[in-house]
C-alpha cells in the first residue's frame, strides 16, 4: 500500500511524515512523530485521553484520519510547556494534586488549555461542562476544576500586567 505525504505544523513547528490512509491522528503522533503524550483510551472519541488542539478547536485525535492533518495545525500535550517552564495549567495541576495515575492528564490539559484559549474567564460551570468529554478513573473532578479555576486566574492576572 502506498503511503500518503503530510505536512503540518505541529506544537508550531513545521513536521512532515508518511502515514497510510486508514492510520488515526493519534497513531501518527504516537508513532511517526514520537509524540506519546496522546493516549488512546477508547478508540470512539468517549473518553478524551487523546484530546489535542486542531486549528484551534478541541478534537479527539482517534477519530481524525492522519491524512486530515494535511496543512492544519496541531496542538499536543509536549507543546504545552515552553522554554523548560510549565505551563501555568501543568503547575496548576501540580499543586492542586488534581492527577493521579496521569493516564487522563495530558487530556484533561488540553481540553482545560483549549477552554482558556476560547474563554480566559470561564464558571466553575462552564468549566465541569467543557471538560465533560474526559474521564477520569482515579481523582474526581473537583481538584482538577480547581485547578483549571486557579491558571485561569493566573492567566488573567499575567494578560491584565
Request: aromatic share 4%; net charge negative.
Amino acid at each position: 500500500m502506498s503511503k500518503i505525504h503530510i505536512s503540518a505544523t505541529v506544537n508550531g513547528d513545521p513536521v512532515e511524515f508518511l502515514t497510510e490512509a486508514g492510520v488515526t491522528l493519534l497513531d501518527a503522533l504516537r508513532d511517526e512523530l514520537a509524540l506519546t503524550g496522546s493516549k488512546e483510551g477508547c478508540g470512539s472519541g468517549d473518553c478524551g485521553a487523546c484530546s489535542v488542539i486542531l486549528d484551534g478547536r478541541l478534537t479527539c485525535s482517534c477519530l481524525i484520519l492522519a491524512a486530515e492533518a494535511q496543512g492544519r495545525r496541531i496542538e499536543t500535550i509536549e507543546g504545552m510547556a515552553r522554554g523548560g517552564e510549565l505551563h501555568p495549567l501543568q503547575q496548576k495541576f501540580l499543586d492542586h494534586a488534581a492527577l493521579q495515575c496521569g493516564f487522563c492528564t495530558p487530556g484533561l490539559l488540553i481540553a482545560a488549555k483549549a477552554l482558556l484559549d476560547a474563554n480566559p474567564d470561564p464558571t466553575e460551570t462552564e468549566t465541569r461542562y467543557w471538560l465533560a468529554g474526559n474521564l477520569c478513573r482515579c481523582t474526581g473532578y473537583d481538584k482538577v476544576i480547581r485547578a483549571v479555576m486557579d491558571a485561569a486566574a493566573e492567566l488573567r492576572q499575567v494578560r491584565a500586567a
